[in-house]
């Protein structure tokens, strides 16, 4: 079965770090960019961050910039989301995508050029 797995997701404090894992299974990455998306209660769904298909460019929203940190691992068959110094509005449900490309990733048509969605892992930040 071909599927897109997350995990690491939970309930941490403002402030605090979670790193979650985006682990693929029936395919490998390494020809697809992985993006990942979030998506708080009674919001639309957002791109996060995009990892090209090499792992070797990388793209953020201003809003995750400096504070979230995206990493692809070919030879794991998986990838990263080192989420540092959370925020309250940082809390949602964190999805990953395989994708095309990076292009389109941060546009409300983000699920063009999207291969496989994971179904989503919780993130809770409390103050």
């Known amino acids: 079965q071909l599927q897109l797995v997350e995990s690491g997701g939970g309930l941490v404090q403002v402030g605090g770090s979670l790193r979650l894992s985006c682990a693929a299974s029936?395919?490998?990455?390494?020809?697809?960019?992985i993006g990942w998306f979030r998506q708080a209660p009674g919001k639309e769904r957002e791109g996060v961050a995009c990892?090209?298909?090499?792992?070797?460019?990388?793209y953020y929203r201003d809003f995750v910039k400096g504070r979230f940190t995206i990493s692809k691992h070919n030879a794991e068959n998986t990838v990263y989301l080192q989420m540092d110094s959370l925020k309250p509005e940082d809390t949602a449900v964190y999805y990953c995508?395989?994708?095309?490309?990076?292009?389109?990733?941060?546009?409300?048509?983000?699920?063009?050029?999207?291969?496989?969605w994971g179904k989503g892992t919780l993130v809770t930040v409390s103050s």
């Open positions: 990892v090209s298909s090499s792992g070797g460019s990388t």
């Open positions: 029936g395919f490998t990455l390494d020809g697809y960019a």
């Open positions: 995508a395989a994708r095309s490309s990076c292009l389109g990733y941060a546009t409300p048509d983000m699920s063009s050029g999207t291969r496989y």
